[in-house]
């Protein structure tokens, strides 16, 4: 136990706080599991609160959450000792059904969570089963305060992502509870969705008193609306600490695989290498601004003109011999639309020309609906247009079978688990090659599951595997497939950060042996780091075919298409950089460009040979 | 080729999913459909029943007419209709065959026809009474009649998850499709095709099944958590739940005409054998 720990726990013996929740030695062991999950987790979490509970993949996060409305013990009979209160009921004398009255929880797939066909009777069915009488009441009420504005007979399946997690929301606020529980909310949604759902939750908590737990792996929403961060590791809570202070302890996320934001990361990497930087790092982005404003000041200079780390790919190198070459894939006039349940033609893409060429990182980005995955799956021949047509290597689409457009083309599943269609995925990655009767293919198979990491997994079945791991099998089925244009459907989504960054890696490699690759994605660090070429879509046309910076200078054309710079951009942005930074390196490259030369000046003029500057005026803390 | 090409993309996995969602709960405008679903109980335990022990040609026909217009005016979907059609048609027909085959004449035929007539009145009755139910009607009108809870759920929840479970076999089927290989040949009337589509049709189940299993741990804990079970031993909360249920001059009038039209007919046919 650190010296720290100690003294918080000593506090909370004597102080008289409220606490709406107090564990104590708290430790459960599944059925049928040898190691403990929660391994005699203490802490304590305040009334109207907002905290944050963040570590990395088996530290127990969820598993601690349900221990809160009582699924742990009363539902998952493992080993179960310690005592856990909530809302002043212990949890071992109280059932699920008496707990949930004080804790509404929302998972991480919601979706499995709407149990009724619409949405009015979803949002009041536990008001329902609880046996009030106003029971329609309380669900219109709830899906006010989750401002779900549809109608109360819709269906479920026709709602969106955001509206489904809205009426997730709604279903656990409908009994009024003290505490909502938000597992991930950012993990499933769109950037924009994201957003409102946190400001949701804030209103939640500032104007209804409600206590609100997220396990969130994004540092930066944790910085910008939590109050309060818990690190869990290996099955303990290895701290409970304010928001700021949380994200300072850099050492310590690293070890758990959380990364700060990017300011902070910025901010830190550049004391690492000049040794310069004021007493505190910034972790939202105002703060940034206010602090590297303070650096320029103090240091006498600026960065707003320095060259970047590195040029850009450019795509244009080939120059004008590009034009002679036949595109891989050529769009003409393509018009796609598909009926929906209301036997209404839901029109999906309207008059769209497009052409790929060698060598092309596409980002085809847009809010949901805009029509990138039906662009996609017409690039599979899974769909056909309605009209124009679409020419992949010359042949048309409409004259061919996906079978055999799958020699060309590999489209890779947003959802993985729809990509295993056998027992292993060993088994799944071979399937193409064995279908086609490839010779030695396992030995290439070899290669491949060593590629992706996935030597010791190989065996398993595909379901059973963590998100980031599925996640890498399904590129490598893709890859397997020896394709020469990949199709990636959000890549990144739904993973935390230290796998993004490890799928980023892989899609850098892709290049190597791939003409074109094109992936739908909402990730905006994908795209600034990775993508030669973006498309903007909405509302089924494309709004802009260019460059990185072609788009993200253009601030009317993101808010149009929903879309939310990377944090390092939005600062270098804000602090007059031109050119912009796209990445948290490059930024800290070129800030280190000039303050070692200001260092020098500096250590000249005081006589001092090394050694730490920190200039004391804390503007942050 | 071409013509096959196009029935193809209109019969889509897609396609079947708003098909059956429409035959679910497309028609809740239908005079049909704001009947409470007791009277419909009642009315279906007669015209369902029944027609088994009427062994007169014209009651029978009588009673298939009135089911003709009750199935107009509920309004279902083309692909019932169809399915209906191609079940009477496939059994007129073999019937035809195997009378010829065994050298029977119009006396053997006859009966079954009969037989045939019956099955379509209640085929007919029953296509009137459950299209006219949305499957929430359905749950609490059993739920209403003293079926056990879980079994009115479970209609209920089946429903709502029939729409993701197709989407997600519509998934696994393209997985197949975008790494298998499809036979070179189509084969004497497209054999080789249709077996390829139907083995594939087949194996995308086994990962369907699999990730049903998965899903349906949050789904049971969000239950608990709801108080599905909490509710289970109160019978306030079933009281709760069918209070909005109750019988119209809708119902009354329905009923009337449903009785009277049997009386009329019965009496006619009377009249028609003496």
New interface residues.
């Given amino acids: 136990m650190t010296e720290q720990e100690v003294v918080h726990r000593e506090v909370a013996a004597v102080d008289h706080t409220d606490y709406i929740v107090s564990m104590d030695e708290v430790t459960f062991t599944y059925p049928g599991s040898e190691e403990p999950v929660l391994n005699g987790v203490s802490l304590q979490i305040k009334r109207g609160d907002f905290v944050a509970v963040i570590g990395g993949n088996g530290s127990g996060k969820s598993t601690l959450c349900k221990t809160l409305n009582g699924l742990i013990p009363h539902y998952y009979v493992g080993d179960f000792a310690g005592s856990v209160t909530v809302n002043g009921l212990n949890s071992l004398e109280c059932d699920v059904a008496r707990l949930s009255r004080h804790v509404g929880y929302v998972y991480q797939d919601f979706e499995n969570q709407l149990i009724r066909p619409t949405v009015l009777d979803d949002a009041s069915f536990a008001p329902l089963n609880y046996g009030f009488k106003d029971y329609l009441e309380r669900g219109k009420r709830a899906l006010q305060l989750t401002d779900l504005k549809v109608d109360h007979n819709e269906y479920i399946w026709q709602l969106s992502g955001g509206q489904k997690h809205q009426l997730a929301l709604a279903g656990a606020v409908s009994l009024d509870p003290e505490i909502l529980i938000i597992d991930e909310p950012v993990a499933q949604l769109d950037p924009c969705h994201a957003k409102d759902i946190y400001d949701l939750l804030k209103n939640l908590n500032e104007r209804h008193g409600k206590t609100i737990i997220v396990i969130e792996h994004h540092t930066e929403f944790i910085a910008e609306y939590c109050k309060e961060v818990i690190l869990m590791d290996k099955g303990r809570a290895i701290w409970s600490k304010p928001v700021k202070e949380a994200l300072r302890e850099l050492e310590q996320l690293k070890a758990s695989q959380i990364y700060p934001p990017q300011v902070t990361q910025a901010a830190s990497l550049i004391v690492e290498t000049s040794e310069v930087g004021l007493n505190s790092y910034p972790v939202r982005l105002e703060e940034a601004v206010r602090y590297f404003e303070q650096l320029a000041e103090t240091i006498g200079t600026t960065v707003a003109g320095t060259a970047s780390a590195a040029i850009p790919a450019d795509r244009e190198v080939e120059g004008e011999s590009k034009t002679l070459i036949p595109p891989v894939i050529e769009m003409d006039h393509i018009k796609f639309s598909y009926r929906t349940v209301t036997r209404q033609r839901k029109v999906v893409l309207k008059d769209v020309s497009v052409s790929f060429q060698r060598g092309d990182l596409v980002a085809l980005v847009g809010n949901n609906g805009a029509g990138k995955s039906s662009l996609m799956r017409l690039i599979t021949g899974v769909t056909k247009p309605e009209g124009g047509y679409v020419r992949v290597k010359g042949t048309n689409t409409a004259d061919t079978s996906p079978e055999e457009l799958a020699n060309t083309v590999t489209y890779i599943y947003q959802n993985p688990e729809e990509m295993f269609i056998e027992d292993s995925i060993r088994k799944d990655i071979e399937f193409f090659l064995k279908a086609r009767r490839v010779e030695g293919y396992q030995q290439k198979v070899d290669e491949i599951v060593e590629t992706f990491g996935l030597t010791g997994l190989q065996h398993r079945d595909g379901r059973l595997l963590s998100g980031g791991q599925q996640r890498r099998a399904s590129l490598a089925i893709g890859v397997a497939m020896n394709p020469s244009i990949i199709l990636l459907d959000e890549p990144t989504a739904n993973l935390d950060i230290a796998t993004r960054k490890d799928i980023t890696r892989l899609l850098l490699g892709l290049n190597q042996h791939v003409e074109t690759v094109i992936v739908a994605t909402h990730d905006m660090q994908l795209v600034a780091e990775w993508a030669n070429r973006v498309i903007v879509m909405n509302e089924g046309s494309i709004v802009r075919d260019g460059t990185r910076e072609s788009v993200f200078e253009d601030s009317e054309l993101l808010e149009l298409a929903g879309l939310n710079a990377p944090q390092i951009m939005e600062l270098s942005r804000k602090l007059n950089m031109s050119p912009l930074s796209y990445t948290v390196d490059d930024f800290a490259y070129r800030w280190n460009a000039v303050l070692p030369e200001h260092k020098k000046h500096r250590d000249q003029e005081n006589g001092i040979e090394s050694g730490q500057e920190v200039i004391e005026n804390g503007i942050c803390s | 080729m071409e013509y096959v090409r196009k029935l193809m993309?209109r019969v889509s996995v897609?396609?079947v999913k708003?098909e059956l969602?429409?035959t679910a709960?497309?028609n809740g405008n239908t005079f049909l459909a704001k009947l409470d679903p007791r009277t419909l109980f009642a009315w279906y335990l007669y015209f369902g029943i029944a027609p088994w022990f009427i062994h007169d040609v014209v009651l029978l026909i009588g009673l298939f007419l009135f089911m003709t217009v009750t199935t107009i005016m509920s309004r279902v979907s083309p692909l019932i209709i169809f399915i209906l059609c191609l079940g009477l048609l496939s059994q007129a027909g073999y019937l035809l065959v195997v009378s010829w085959i065994f050298g029977g004449g119009w006396d053997t035929i006859l009966p079954l026809l009969v037989l045939t007539t019956k099955l379509s009145v209640i085929s007919m009755a029953s296509i009137t009474v459950f299209c006219s139910m949305d499957?929430?009607k359905l749950s609490d009108g059993l739920l209403s009649i003293g079926v056990p809870k879980q079994v009115s759920f479970g209609i209920?929840?089946g429903?709502?998850m029939l729409?993701?479970l197709l989407e997600?076999y519509h998934?696994?089927f393209?997985?197949?499709?975008?790494?298998?290989?499809?036979p070179k040949r189509h084969g004497i009337l497209y054999w080789r095709s249709i077996a390829y589509f139907l083995k594939i049709a087949v194996?995308?189940f086994y990962?369907l099944i699999?990730?049903i299993a998965?899903?349906?741990r949050?789904?049971v804990?969000?239950?608990?958590?709801?108080?599905?079970?909490?509710?289970y031993q109160?019978p306030?909360?079933k009281k709760?739940?069918l209070s909005y249920m109750k019988f119209t001059i809708r119902d009354g009038l329905f009923i009337t005409v449903s009785a009277l039209y049997v009386c009329l007919l019965y009496l006619f046919t009377a009249s028609y054998t003496f």
């Fill in positions: 993309d897609e396609g708003i969602l429409n709960y497309g499957p929430e209920a929840y429903y709502r729409p993701s997600e998934h696994i393209l997985s197949f499709r975008l790494r298998g290989v499809a194996l995308s990962p699999l990730s998965k899903r349906t949050t789904t804990e969000a239950l608990e958590a709801k108080g599905f079970s909490y509710a109160s306030e909360v709760n739940k």
